[in-house]
């Protein structure tokens, strides 16, 4: 069987927070604890989660602009070769750069301001040595056409441009290598929503065009239920509950998850219904609860939530990582879940 | 007819001053931001015609700045005035020859002008020879007057030199120091700052304590000891040298740490991380977009530095520390104003104090002129 | 009978005076406000929504000014009503008026509190300002708001500096501070903007209950639609300075009248207008702040534009069919 | 909690002196030549050249071993207290300092109220009308008293006040900071009468600068503050548009401002250094200056060993300071 494009195991970000005076770490910011999860080829994996979550450091450690601590990261671009990315040099790493290619949340920022369209998107065509000046030029004017920008603005600076043409500047610039994965940073939750629209369309009909694949960060439920085939939930720096977009939205299992769905509003008055709100706040990353992470705020909790640390548990093709779920849990207390479902 | 044709092009106008603005680059927008600081803007013209003048003083000199006139000792200015001379046909910049005189009360020594003559200043004239750019030998000057006649256009010192040829050519020294210094504290603040920034770890916190500590220990007693170990028989090309070197040493901390800062906060921008992505090398990301970004910063917080060196150096020279005679700078000069305890009697030796001012503050504005330019949230 | 409106625009624009030109930044608003009532004010960014509430309280800055219209506030029932617009942005009636009767929560809760100064410090401001309270009772009133807005251990929170709040704690503080003296309008400016999705349930939930408890009308300005539908009574949808339509919260998203709702609509996922598959978007992009166009401001992105009438005359603003308020040409 | 805070910077700051002060020694001793050489050199021009006075003086400062030994007997005297003697003067040192530190710190403290007195309000006044004509008209001000090097203000000052006084018929001497009868006297009331006719002229000149400097700080920093919301919000409360300036962007602007009087702790006395030769003022600057040319290596390291010790204390000042007047450094957040 062919290995799936990207394979993340276990993988863990740790920062130092605390110091010692010769640089040793004290005390470490946990922003991501054994992650795993899958994506195959032309999928799109949407990455959602609240503010500390850890979404974007898992997207940021996937391309190795962090560090992992631990964990494997396997990329697969040609369907036969795996890399590890996670224990690569920098050296190492540069020529499968150009398979994987980033889209940053702010386009006011990850877009250099003193270069021209032309510059910005040629690049990663340039620092490859893909072709000559004159097809590169007559590349990058295919590439922004592309995303919906005209060919004339090919000598334009940033500054000319709008957050939602920035956002395409940047797609082109992601396209220009044709990559086989783009790890999307929040990429339209900077935009207004008439906006975010076209930048989403855009980017479906480029997935299907070129067979790309997506880790999609973001934190709007309904921008992920829109765009994205698996839904991963992380909370705390932990994956919470991972499966198929039906199975996430349609049947969620773990209570983060439901508790997640129940509070983001939906755009329609005539589903207005009692909100469930989960109380408390998300937890300091770097003084992290003992137990499952979530057990303060769980509505579900029981006592030895806040001792045990869950185990990713897999049910019906999906993973939730909940004790309600492990091992012959649910059929000793169906009632519990039944009520949580309700 | 008229307002229909007016406003049939100016869409079009319009719409090329919107094209000519998108398409403009930083350094483009960062002069269009300039320009609109009048003051910034004549501040660089003044700065642009003083290094112009003082670089060229040998040109512009009438005098050896160094040659005693002992028929004129102390003389106050000779006023330069336009008008009518004898024999010309054309009116053109006189002065009237000042006469010395013993005053019949006091019996002081003391010049008045003598009104009935008129002296014409001669323009582009030989005189005493020089180096055009230490190539060419020239006798060409920008003014003088016949043989015979004085024309000290800011009267002369106690030895009877030139004040205006030595305003000039101690202004080459002082502007000189004052850029070569900067320069000099640039090239280490942004090396080590730079090094500092871009690697980290080890190396910063080593560069950082060492700035630090050197920024703890007041400046004033390493800058006099320092400039106390110049021997006295050095020549004053070596005394030149270490002054700046001096100046230098005491003044990168503070450019190391704004290269540093600015360095640390470029390199978490998204798109350099963008590049480090599309597998730019990290030379790349450091010369196409960190430098150029910092670049403009840097100009301004260079062109602040250079006034603070200037006055450094006259201060420094005022107390009899950094250059001696025969070397000729703006701090010389005033330290000579003031060994003469002739402030009140002479005070045109208090010229190059005005000089000093006015290269701080043309410098002062055009550097907050530039800052402002630089910032694009500015408005 | 219905209640008198509390609060009342009529026909209100801000301009600023910049040296590039005059960017007109509220051009003609008009709405009503009463008691228990929820208006969500929702538009995309630069449609003046924020300028028109900043202008009812009288916190428009220089170059900028109201320069046409009245903004009628009633203090209590009964009284006379007074026009904030105006009234000096500094006078003492306004003061009187901002922050006690009239109160406004900001749209960032990170800097929206001074760092250097107690919580305390600032809710006691307020009481100060806006009522005769002494001391002690000025501290139970603070307390007592603390823990209305749900801050557990509320007297010593009530000594502590924001940097030791949370984002949305520190939005709960904003509330607290806001509706100390009872106001009888709260605007709330993007109020749950940048929280997280189960904070901002929290926070908007905390709202209506406070809302409920003081009869308090809300003016809720958003960019969120769904803030928008989880929340609102009535909704003024804004395009360019101008409310384009307006009508109450079912009515508007089931049957929106104008092109520019109904393409917003369209593009906003999940959204009862909105397509499974490609989302339907509004071509162009909101034109600068400089670069007013005649006639309809829509009329250049608008699908539906009539030529020779839309891009000629602007449209005037008016009641439809008894639910809904427009301004299009379409429906004249 | 505050107090051992304290107590741990203070016991950081003995080897970090120890360092510094060693540093210095040497450094003092960098110059080529030595006393002894400026001596022998003295003698000889007056003619009289008495080699036991030079080896009496070597003998008893251990002046013929090398630096570092000298720096042990040094440090070994300012234990006891005894920070030894003046070449030049022949006197001990802590009596040259004990004569000289009162008028000196008298003119910074003098000058640094003035300063502050000054420059709040035209700060906070120059933010708030920024971009008007006013603004304008300080920003220049401001430059052109921070472009005057500080001795040519003095030479003006000087000249304008013997131009004064002659026009009133009185004579005045501007040099120094005592009439001629006072000096040398012990501390007496006419004493600081007289300094106090005197003192204005140095306190002016620095003050210039100084202020000149701080408005423009002050200025930047409350525009900076002015933009943040919470300001907006201040007023969205009612408060008094001149109280919401002042409660809240100024007190936070203020904040590094107040917390960087540490920091002029040691200009106390060397800040002043140049304009205090020019003015021929009784202080510790001149003498400091006079000591480094003269090889004094006493008198120099003992009142740059001052100046360090200031500048470790005013650092620890500062910090502690900050920690009390901002809540967020003192709660240990950011």
Redesign the interface.
Same mark, same amino acid.
């Given at each position: 069987m062919k290995p799936p494009l990207l394979s993340v195991k276990n993988l863990r970000v740790w920062f130092p927070k605390d110091v010692s005076f010769f640089g040793k770490p004290l005390t470490w910011v946990k922003a991501v604890d054994d992650v795993c999860f899958d994506l195959h080829e032309g999928e799109t994996l949407g990455l959602v989660g609240e503010s500390g979550s850890g979404k974007s450091t898992t997207g940021l450690a996937i391309l190795r602009s962090h560090r992992p601590r631990d964990g494997s990261v396997l990329f697969c671009p040609d369907g036969q070769r795996v890399h590890d990315l996670s224990k690569m040099e920098h050296r190492e790493l540069q020529p499968l750069r150009r398979h994987m290619q980033m889209i940053f949340q702010d386009p006011f920022a990850s877009l250099n301001p003193r270069m021209t369209v032309l510059q910005l998107v040629s690049e990663p065509l340039k620092v490859n040595h893909v072709g000559n000046a004159e097809q590169r030029k007559q590349r990058v004017r295919e590439l922004i056409v592309e995303a919906g920008l005209k060919a004339e603005f090919l000598n334009r600076y940033p500054h000319a441009f709008s957050g939602g043409q920035r956002q395409r500047i940047v797609i082109a610039r992601a396209l220009a290598l044709q990559p086989k994965l783009i790890v999307c940073d929040e990429p339209v939750s900077a935009l207004d929503v008439s906006v975010q629209a076209q930048i989403l369309n855009l980017m479906m009909s480029l997935k299907e065009k070129y067979g790309l694949s997506y880790v999609f960060v973001a934190h709007d439920l309904e921008v992920v239920r829109h765009i994205a085939d698996r839904v991963a939930v992380m909370y705390a720096g932990r994956l919470v509950e991972d499966g198929t977009k039906a199975q996430v939205f349609g049947n969620p299992l773990h209570p983060y998850t439901r508790a997640l769905l129940a509070s983001s509003p939906k755009p329609n008055p005539s589903h207005r219904a009692k909100r469930g709100i989960l109380h408390g706040e998300v937890p300091d990353p770097s003084n992290l609860p003992s137990g499952c992470v979530f057990h303060p705020r769980c509505p579900e909790a029981r006592p030895e939530c806040s001792h045990i640390v869950p185990a990713q548990t897999r049910i019906d093709g999906r993973n939730v990582r909940c004790l309600l779920y492990e091992s012959g849990r649910t059929l000793t207390d169906p009632a519990g879940a039944d009520k949580a479902a309700s | 007819m008229n307002a229909a044709k007016t406003t049939a092009v100016a869409p079009v106008s319009a719409d090329e001053a919107k094209l000519a603005y998108y398409e403009a680059s930083q350094w483009s927008l960062m002069r269009r931001r300039f320009c609109k600081h009048k003051v910034a803007v004549w501040a660089i013209y003044i700065l642009v015609a003083l290094y112009v003048v003082c670089m060229n003083c040998d040109f512009f000199s009438a005098y050896d700045p160094n040659e005693f006139h002992e028929r004129w000792v102390d003389m106050p200015p000779q006023i330069l005035h336009f008008g009518k001379v004898e024999g010309y046909r054309w009116p053109r910049f006189y002065v009237h020859p000042s006469i010395r005189v013993r005053h019949p009360v006091t019996l002081d020594e003391c010049y008045y002008a003598d009104t009935s003559r008129r002296v014409p200043l001669e323009f582009f004239v030989q005189g005493r020879p020089w180096r055009f750019l230490g190539l060419i030998d020239t006798q060409l000057h920008f003014f003088g007057v016949p043989d015979g006649e004085s024309c000290f256009l800011l009267g002369t010192g106690r030895l009877g030199q030139d004040m205006f040829s030595r305003l000039l050519y101690g202004g080459r020294i002082s502007l000189l120091v004052g850029f070569t210094a900067v320069f000099l504290s640039f090239f280490l603040g942004i090396s080590l700052g730079g090094i500092s920034g871009f690697f980290g770890g080890k190396v910063d916190i080593v560069i950082q304590r060492v700035a630090e500590v050197l920024m703890t220990i007041p400046h004033i007693p390493i800058w006099l000891t320092m400039a106390a170990a110049i021997p006295k028989g050095w020549t004053s090309l070596q005394t030149y040298f270490v002054m700046t070197l001096i100046l230098a040493c005491m003044g990168w901390t503070g450019l190391c740490r704004t290269v540093r800062g600015k360095l640390l906060s470029l390199r978490e921008e998204d798109y350099a991380r963008a590049a480090v992505l599309a597998g730019a090398s990290q030379k790349r990301v450091i010369f196409v977009h960190l430098i150029p970004n910092f670049l403009s910063h840097i100009i301004a917080t260079l062109t602040l530095a250079i006034p603070g060196m200037i006055l450094s150096e006259t201060s420094l020279s005022y107390l009899g520390l950094g250059l001696r005679p025969p070397i000729v700078s703006w701090g010389v000069l005033l330290k000579e104003a003031h060994n003469g305890q002739a402030v009140l009697n002479q005070p045109w030796l208090l010229v190059p104090a005005l000089a000093v001012i006015l290269t701080v503050l043309a410098f002062n504005f055009a550097g907050e002129g530039l800052r402002d330019a630089a910032d694009p949230y500015s408005t | 009978m219905q209640k008198d409106p509390i609060l009342e625009f009529d026909n209100v624009a801000v301009e600023y005076q910049l040296d590039e030109g005059v960017v007109r930044a509220v051009n003609g608003v008009s709405y009503k406000v009463f008691p228990d009532e929820t208006l969500a004010i929702v538009g995309e960014s630069g449609c003046g929504k924020s300028q028109s509430s900043y202008a009812a309280m009288g916190l428009i800055q220089p170059p900028g000014r109201i320069t046409r219209g009245h903004i009628w506030f009633r203090e209590a029932d009964g009284k006379p009503r007074i026009d904030l617009a105006g009234l000096d942005r500094n006078s003492k009636e306004i003061r009187s008026i901002r922050g006690g009767k009239l109160a406004m929560i900001f749209q960032e809760p990170m800097t929206a509190l001074s760092p250097v100064h107690r919580i305390g410090r600032q809710l006691d401001e307020v009481l100060k300002l806006h009522t005769d309270m002494g001391k002690p009772q000025r501290i139970d009133r603070g307390c007592e708001m603390l823990r209305r807005v749900g801050i557990p251990d509320a007297r010593k929170r009530y000594d502590q500096f924001s940097f030791e709040f949370s984002g949305g704690m520190r939005q709960r503080i904003m509330i607290a501070i806001a509706l100390a003296c009872n106001p009888r309008v709260l605007i709330a400016d993007e109020p749950t903007t940048g929280l997280d999705v189960t904070i901002q349930s929290q926070i908007l939930e905390l709202m209506k209950t406070l809302q409920a408890e003081h009869h308090m009308a809300v003016v809720l300005i958003t960019h969120d639609l769904a803030v928008v539908a989880e929340t609102a009574d009535r909704v003024a949808v804004m395009y360019l300075g101008r409310i384009v339509e307006m009508a109450d919260v079912k009515t508007l998203f089931a049957a929106p009248k104008h092109p520019y709702t109904i393409a917003l609509m369209k593009s906003v996922i999940g959204s009862p207008l909105a397509a499974d598959g490609r989302l339907q978007t509004i071509r162009g992009s909101v034109p600068g702040p400089l670069e007013r166009v005649p006639g309809c401001d829509f009329h250049p992105r608008c699908d539906a534009c009539i030529p020779g009438l839309c891009d000629k005359q602007e449209p005037v603003f008016k009641d439809i069919d008894g639910k809904t308020q427009v301004s299009c040409h379409l429906f004249c | 909690m505050l107090g051992r805070y304290i107590l741990k910077r203070a016991l950081l700051a003995v080897p970090t002196l120890l360092l510094?002060s060693f540093?210095?020694f040497m450094?003092?001793q960098? $110059?080529?030549g030595s006393y002894v050489e400026v001596k022998i050199e003295q003698m000889k021009k007056e003619g009289t050249v008495d080699m036991s006075e030079v080896n009496q003086l070597i003998s008893r400062y251990k002046l013929d071993q090398p630096a570092h030994v000298q720096y042990v007997f040094w440090m070994g005297g300012l234990l006891r207290g005894d920070m030894g003697e003046s070449f030049v003067d022949g006197r001990d040192v802590v009596d040259i300092l004990a004569e000289r530190l009162p008028p000196t710190v008298a003119i910074s403290v003098i000058t640094i109220c003035l300063t502050w007195a000054i420059a709040v309000p035209f700060g906070i006044f120059a933010a708030v009308k920024k971009n008007t004509v006013w603004d304008y008209l300080l920003t220049f001000i401001g430059?052109?008293a !921070?472009?005057?090097?500080?001795?040519?203000l003095a030479?003006?000052f000087? !000249?304008a006040a013997?131009?004064w006084a002659e026009s009133h018929g009185a004579t005045f001497d501007p040099s120094g900071l005592f009439s001629r009868e006072y000096l040398g006297e012990p501390w007496s009331f006419g004493k600081v009468i007289d300094m106090a006719k005197h003192i204005w002229i140095p306190v002016a000149i620095l003050g210039v600068a100084g202020t000149a400097g701080m408005i423009r700080i002050l200025r930047a920093n409350v525009i900076d503050e002015l933009r943040? %919301?919470?300001v907006?919000?201040?007023?969205?409360?009612?408060?008094? $548009?001149v109280l919401v300036i002042l409660?809240?962007p100024v007190?936070?602007a203020i904040?590094p401002m107040i917390s960087n009087i540490g920091l002029v702790l $040691?200009q106390i006395?060397?800040g002043s250094?140049?304009i205090e030769?020019?003015l021929n003022l009784e202080t510790v600057g001149p003498k400091?200056?006079m000591s480094?040319?003269n090889q004094d290596t006493y008198m120099?390291a003992g009142?740059?060993l001052m %100046?360090?010790v200031l500048?470790?204390v005013g650092?620890l000042v500062s910090d502690v300071l900050l920690s009390m007047?901002?809540?967020?450094i003192k709660?240990g957040?950011?």
């Open positions: - | - | - | 510094i540093s210095i450094f003092i960098l $110059p080529p430059l052109a !921070m472009a005057t090097p500080g001795f040519v030479l003006v000087q !000249m013997v131009g943040k %919301q919470y907006l919000c201040a007023r969205a409360r009612g408060l008094h $548009p409660r809240y007190r936070v904040n $040691p006395i060397s250094l140049i030769k020019v400091l200056l480094l040319q120099a009142i740059v %100046q360090c500048a470790i650092i007047i901002d809540p967020r709660f957040a950011k």
